[in-house]
């Protein structure tokens, strides 16, 4: 059967039904077709770049960043180009942050320098690499007021919080305990070591629960403040915090991240020049996106403990192999010629 189609200068001319429909789904394949086109290189055109961080002081670029963002102060993607996205993703303790780069779903992330070391170290070298510095100081061990407690040895048989099991001040909680004489191990040993998330740490501590805690700010200035703890053990010039990239990435993207490095190195040194401004940026970030309101007080305390830098200290690193080797989390010293990385 045909139908009757009206073409230009020629009246009606028979033409099959089934010769229109193919024109109208060639005509839907190439629609569809330059659709296709057009979302690949709106991709293109738009790229996002997934960034991870804490809620602590001590990730104070992530932290001030986010707020500038929010007063309309883009400052990575006014650096970085109007065609660059970037996401905010956070996480407690940093060997979260290291299970989420190997599943892919960030890009760089600031974390401490333990957790990258045993990403590094447990990819074989493939994963992970330390672009840029963060932050050193800023990590400490309290003790409950009327312990008695002075130095390792008197740890025999207590309960020492950490932020989670093979972060950075886990490590360094159970070698220092080591240093001192007492049998550590993962799970036990003469004192035992609970790895517990950050805000459990002062609940615990107040019931006392908990015999100290090493942690990283603004938590030791809050085990201080509400929870009266005292300061036994502080690490003013270790390294807290560093900005790690996916190899990968690194290697397909380097440009980009080249770039990243050096608006954070920027931003890096606006901190340390203007602490207070950066210090109330700082609180309302962690008020709005965190829901925590830290005090002036308490924020001016921690600041006070932490150094924020973009250099990288490579000797930092064989100290936190020799630690994890210790505890035992390594057997073997590891290769460490491609874990740091500049851009």
Request: with cysteine.
């Amino acid at each position: 059967m045909a139908t009757m189609t009206m073409q230009p200068g020629h009246g009606c001319v028979p033409v099959p039904a089934r010769r229109c429909g193919g024109a109208r789904a060639r005509l839907g394949l190439t629609a569809a077709a330059l659709a296709a086109v057009l979302a690949a290189t709106s991709a293109r055109a738009q790229e996002t770049l997934r960034v991870g961080h804490f809620p602590n002081i001590t990730h104070v670029q992530a932290l001030v960043a986010r707020q500038l963002g929010r007063q309309g102060k883009n400052w990575f993607t006014d650096r970085l180009g109007p065609k660059v996205k970037i996401e905010w993703y956070a996480y407690n303790a940093g060997p979260s942050a290291m299970e989420a780069m190997f599943a892919n779903s960030v890009d760089l992330t600031y974390v401490g320098p333990s957790p990258a070391l045993n990403a590094h170290i447990r990819s074989r070298g493939e994963e992970i690499r330390v672009v840029a510095g963060a932050v050193e100081g800023g990590s400490a061990l309290l003790i409950q007021p009327d312990s008695g407690l002075t130095q390792a040895s008197d740890f025999r048989s207590k309960r020492i919080g950490t932020p989670q099991f093979g972060n950075t001040q886990d490590v360094v909680a159970r070698a220092w305990l080591m240093a001192g004489g007492l049998r550590i191990t993962q799970t036990g040993g003469d004192a035992l070591v609970l790895p517990t998330a950050n805000p459990d740490q002062l609940t615990l501590f107040l019931r006392k629960s908990l015999d100290a805690v090493w942690t990283v700010e603004p938590w030791v200035s809050r085990l201080e403040l509400e929870g009266g703890g005292k300061v036994l053990v502080e690490e003013k010039d270790a390294v807290t915090t560093v900005l790690v990239a996916r190899a990968r990435f690194l290697a397909e993207r380097r440009d980009l991240v080249r770039r990243f490095v050096a608006a954070h190195r920027e931003l890096t040194e606006l901190i340390r020049r203007d602490p207070e401004g950066s210090q109330r940026l700082l609180r309302d970030e962690m008020r709005t996106t965190f829901r925590a309101d830290l005090s002036a007080e308490l924020v001016a305390r921690a600041w006070s403990r932490m150094t924020p830098t973009a250099d990288i200290a490579p000797a930092a690193f064989q100290t936190f192999v020799a630690n994890a080797k210790k505890v035992g989390f390594l057997r073997d010293v590891p290769d460490l010629s491609r874990l740091i990385e500049t851009p």
